[in-house]
C-alpha cells in the first residue's frame, strides 16, 4: 500500500515515533521506560488529533511547535534548526553568505534597504539607505515579510538580479542590476589609532576568521606604533568558542588556562590552554564590555581578567556561561543543544540565569546571593561567578531621552538622513562632521510635519494608569491638584523637549548621516568621539601607576567604582 499527500506523511511520522517508542521499549532501565512510554503518548495523541481534529491539520508545522515547545521550558540557546534555516545558521558560525550585502529591514509596510556594506554588491550597484524594494527579478514585495524577501536575496552567487527601488525624494523608480556574491562579513570592521601611541580594535562577532582578523588589526597597529591596546567587545553576543581562546592567545603566554568545560558527558569536558606562543604578552590591554557583551565575549574577557592580563572597563556583562553544541539531526536539520558550562581560569562560571530551577510561574531568575562564590585571579584580586564579568572599571552607560527614543522608534533620524543624503553629495570625514544648528532646524520642522510620529511618555501612561486606581478606590477627589501638577509636569512637550535634549539629537542625528556616506567603519569612528568609556580606558592606558596598580591589587574596586 502507497502512502500519499499529507495523510501519508502523517502516518509516517507516526509509525517513526512508534519505532522509536518501541525501541526505547526493550530497556529495561526505568529512565528509558520514561521515554518509551512518553513517546507512545506523543504518537497516540497525534494519531487521534489526525483522525478526530475537526480541521485538517499540518502534520509538519505541528511537530515543529511541539519541538519548539518542549525546548523553550530549557533554556534559550537549546534551539532546533530546520532545513530552511540552516543558511541563516551557518551565517552566524562562518559570517558568510551569497547575497547582496546589505541590512534590510521593514519600514511602515514596506521592506528597506536599511544599510549597504561598503565593497558588495548592493553598494557597487548604487543602493542606498532607504531605498524601497519594490520587485526582486519580477517578484513583487508587496505584503512580503522580511524573511521572505531575504530569502528572495540569498542564493547561488553569481546570479544576476534585478532589483526595483522606489527611492525617496525621487519621482521615478529606478532599476539596479546586480550579482549576487559570497558575502563575508568582517569581525573586525574597525581598527585604527586613537591616541599616538594608543591603537584601537573593534571586535563585534565571532566567526572562523575572527581570530585572523584581530591579529591581522594588532600586527598593523603595532607597526603604527601602538603601545597599548583598546579591544572593544561592547554589543558582541559571542560565537564560536575555539575563536574566543585564539584571540587570547594573542596576548598570553603558552600554557597558560583560558578556559574548561564541565557537562554530562564528562568525556567531552575539556580544558582549553593557549597553545601558541602569543603575539604580545606584555602590551597593556583595555577590554571595554557592556550588557551586550555574552559567551564568547566573557570567555575573552573574563580570561584577560582572571589572568591579570589587562584591565576590564564598562558595564556588568550579560552573563552566558552555557556551551552550545550542534547535533545533526535527520533530513538535514539539526540541533543546537546546551551541553556544558564553560569556567574561566580562576574556576569561576559567569552564567547569570538558573535555567535549571525555574519559578513556579515558570520565569527565570537569577543565580542567588547564598550561591555566590568567590575566587581569585592570578595575582589575588577578588572576582565573584554567577552574574556575568564585572569590570575592573565601572563606567556608566549613557541612557537616551524617551524623546530620542521615540524618534528613533518612529524612523525620525533614518528619515530625515535619507531624504538629506539623496539631495547632497558629500559630508566632512566621520571625525569632522556635525549638525549645524540650521540643519537641526530642518530637522525639528521634519518631525513637526511627519504624521508618523507619535510622543508618548511612559511616565504619563502610568500616571493615567494610578489616576484610574486612584479613581476606583476613590482616592482621587483629595489628590486631584496634586494629580493635576505632576501631570503638566511630566506631560511631554515636544518644542520644549527638543530644546532639552538637543545635543543628544543633534548626536544620533549626526551619526545616522554619516553612515549614509562612511558606512559601517564611518559610523563605528563617529561613535567614539565622545565616548565615556574609551576615554576612560585611554586615561587608565596612559597613567601606568593606575594601569598596574589595579592589576597588583593595590587599587581596589572601591577606589575605582566610587
Not at 223 to 252: M, W, Y
Not at 545 to 550: C, H, K, P, R
Request: with cysteine.
Amino acid at each position: 500500500m502507497k502512502l500519499r499527500g499529507k495523510r501519508g506523511a502523517i502516518w509516517m511520522l507516526a509509525i517513526l515515533l512508534f519505532c522509536s517508542a518501541a525501541f526505547f521499549g526493550f530497556s529495561r532501565d526505568e529512565r528509558n521506560f520514561e521515554i518509551s512510554k512518553n513517546l507512545n503518548i506523543y504518537y497516540t495523541m497525534f494519531r487521534e488529533l489526525n483522525l478526530f481534529y475537526v480541521d485538517e491539520i499540518d502534520p509538519g508545522d505541528l511537530v515543529k511547535k511541539s519541538m519548539d515547545a518542549m525546548l523553550k521550558t530549557l533554556d534559550p540557546y537549546t534551539t532546533y534548526i530546520s532545513e530552511s534555516d540552516i543558511e541563516d545558521f551557518k551565517l552566524m558560525t562562518t559570517g558568510e553568505y551569497a547575497g547582496i550585502g546589505a541590512l534590510i529591514s521593514k519600514h511602515k509596510d514596506e521592506v528597506i534597504i536599511a544599510e549597504p556594506y561598503e565593497g558588495f554588491p548592493a553598494y557597487k550597484a548604487g543602493l542606498k539607505a532607504g531605498d524601497v524594494m519594490l520587485e526582486i527579478n519580477g517578484t513583487s514585495t508587496k505584503d512580503k515579510s522580511t524573511d521572505d524577501v531575504s530569502n528572495l536575496l540569498k542564493g547561488q552567487p553569481n546570479v544576476p538580479l534585478t532589483i526595483k527601488i522606489k527611492r525617496p525624494g525621487v519621482k521615478k523608480t529606478m532599476d539596479k542590476k546586480l550579482v549576487r556574491e559570497k558575502i563575508q562579513l568582517k569581525s573586525v570592521p574597525y581598527y585604527g589609532m586613537i591616541t599616538d601611541s594608543i591603537g584601537y580594535i573593534h571586535l563585534n562577532q565571532f566567526t572562523n576568521k575572527s581570530a585572523g582578523e584581530v591579529k591581522n588589526a594588532l600586527k598593523e597597529l603595532k607597526v603604527q606604533n601602538a603601545k597599548s591596546i583598546v579591544l572593544d567587545l561592547r554589543g558582541n553576543p559571542g560565537g564560536l568558542l575555539d575563536q574566543a581562546i585564539e584571540i587570547t592567545n594573542l596576548f598570553v603566554n603558552k600554557g597558560e588556562d583560558i578556559v574548561s568545560t564541565k557537562g554530562k558527558v564528562s568525556k567531552w569536558d575539556k580544558s582549553y590552554k593557549a597553545t601558541k606562543s602569543p603575539l604580545d604578552s606584555e602590551i597593556p590591554i583595555a577590554v571595554l564590555v557592556n550588557r551586550g557583551s555574552a559567551s564568547a565575549s566573557e570567555i575573552v574577557s573574563g580570561a584577560i581578567q582572571d589572568l591579570d592580563r589587562g584591565v576590564v572597563l564598562g558595564n556588568r556583562t550579560f552573563g552566558k556561561g552555557l556551551v552550545q553544541t550542534t547535533r545533526n539531526l535527520t533530513y538535514n536539520t539539526k540541533l543546537k543543544v546546551t551541553t556544558a558550562k564553560y569556567y574561566i581560569p580562576s574556576g569561576r562560571c559567569i552564567q547569570a540565569l538558573d535555567y535549571s530551577n525555574r519559578n513556579e510561574d515558570g520565569s527565570v531568575g537569577k543565580v542567588a546571593d547564598s550561591l555566590i562564590t568567590e575566587y581569585h585571579t592570578k595575582n589575588g584580586r577578588s572576582v565573584y561567578d554567577g552574574g556575568g564579568i564585572l569590570p575592573d572599571i565601572k563606567v556608566d552607560a549613557d541612557t537616551y531621552s524617551i524623546l530620542s527614543l521615540n524618534m528613533i522608534r518612529d524612523f525620525m533620524f533614518f528619515d530625515f538622513a535619507t531624504l538629506y543624503a539623496n539631495k547632497t553629495e558629500s559630508i566632512e570625514s566621520a571625525k569632522e562632521f556635525k549638525v549645524s544648528d540650521d540643519l537641526f532646524n530642518e530637522f525639528v520642522e521634519f518631525v513637526k510635519e511627519s504624521k508618523d510620529f507619535t510622543y508618548k511618555s511612559e511616565s504619563t501612561e502610568i500616571l493615567k494608569a494610578l489616576k484610574k486606581s486612584a479613581k476606583e478606590e476613590k482616592n482621587f477627589d483629595i489628590s486631584t491638584d496634586e494629580f493635576d501638577a505632576l501631570e503638566a509636569k511630566l506631560a511631554p512637550n515636544l518644542d520644549r523637549d527638543i530644546q532639552r535634549f538637543k545635543d543628544e539629537l543633534k548626536e544620533l542625528l549626526a551619526h545616522e548621516i554619516v553612515k549614509r556616506y562612511h558606512y559601517q567603519k564611518g559610523g563605528i569612528e563617529f561613535s567614539l568621539r565622545d565616548d565615556k568609556t574609551l576615554l576612560r580606558a585611554i586615561e587608565v592606558l596612559e597613567s601606568n601607576n593606575e594601569y598596574v596598580g589595579i592589576l597588583d591589587g593595590s587599587i581596589g574596586l572601591h577606589a575605582i567604582n566610587k
